[in-house]
């Protein structure tokens, strides 16, 4: 009798041992949806919270796009912000989306910092993987005043100098400026030429300061 009890109190220490177990050795969808990827097959050894199956969501309304911000742009845009989305599959169909993570820090091999977008697709089928062109839209607008590049001089980085006609239309005087970034063969300048309408452009990369000119309309 003694040895059956103990038995009996062996298996229910197994059992409650087998019991703990389970609730680490569980897979758990955050989703529902269908299995498109195995990552481990039965029988190796994985870590906690390491990833065994990638799940295609069968709701269609919790698309993300995943995307890499440079940090010129990371510090114009904000969570909220709104989005267009433009896939390879529907190359005329651009959907609406809004600004949904944004991460603090920078991606080490890329430089870029992280983050996601969450898609509003309507009636359109999407897929995990696809390929998408992100364009958002600053919900707080900066003003910047474009200059030919041409007339940019002296450039390290985002510092550089322009050339702007003095008061009598014969000589120079050289600015310092901000450069937020290039856009096709216009820069734009985030400050230094906030009251200047017109900047030097032929010949400023052989300029100085106070160097004699003669202002030629085109």
């Known amino acids: 009798m003694q ?3 103990t038995a009996f109190n062996v298996a229910e220490e197994n059992y409650r041992i087998a019991t703990f177990n389970q609730q680490f050795s569980t ?24 990833p065994v199956l990638m799940i295609n969501a069968s709701a269609q309304n919790e698309w993300i796009v995943k995307i890499g911000l440079p940090d010129v742009d990371w510090v114009r845009v904000k969570k909220g912000d709104r989005a267009k989305i433009t896939t390879d599959a529907y190359p005329d169909e651009p959907l609406d989306g809004e600004l949904y993570v944004i991460n603090e820090g920078a991606d080490l091999p890329s430089g870029l910092y992280q983050a996601e977008v969450r898609v509003r ?21 900066k003003k910047f005043q474009s200059v030919p590049i041409e007339a940019i001089v002296e450039g390290q980085g985002k510092n550089a100098f322009v050339f702007v006609a003095n008061s009598d239309q014969k000589s120079v005087r050289k600015l310092p400026v901000i450069i937020a970034h290039l856009e096709n063969k216009s820069a734009l300048i ?28 085109q």
């Open 27 to 50: 897979i758990r969808a955050n989703a529902s949806g269908r299995v498109i990827k195995k990552f481990v097959n039965e029988g190796e050894l994985v870590g906690a919270g390491s």
């Open 121 to 141: 697709p309507g009636n359109k089928k999407l897929a995990s993987g696809l390929f998408a062109k992100v364009e958002i839209v600053p919900s707080v607008k």
């Open 3 to 5: 040895n059956l009890q």
């Open 190 to 217: 985030s400050s230094g030429i906030d009251s200047v309408k017109q900047v030097i452009i032929g010949g400023s990369g052989f300029l100085t300061e106070n160097s004699s000119i003669k202002i030629s309309q």
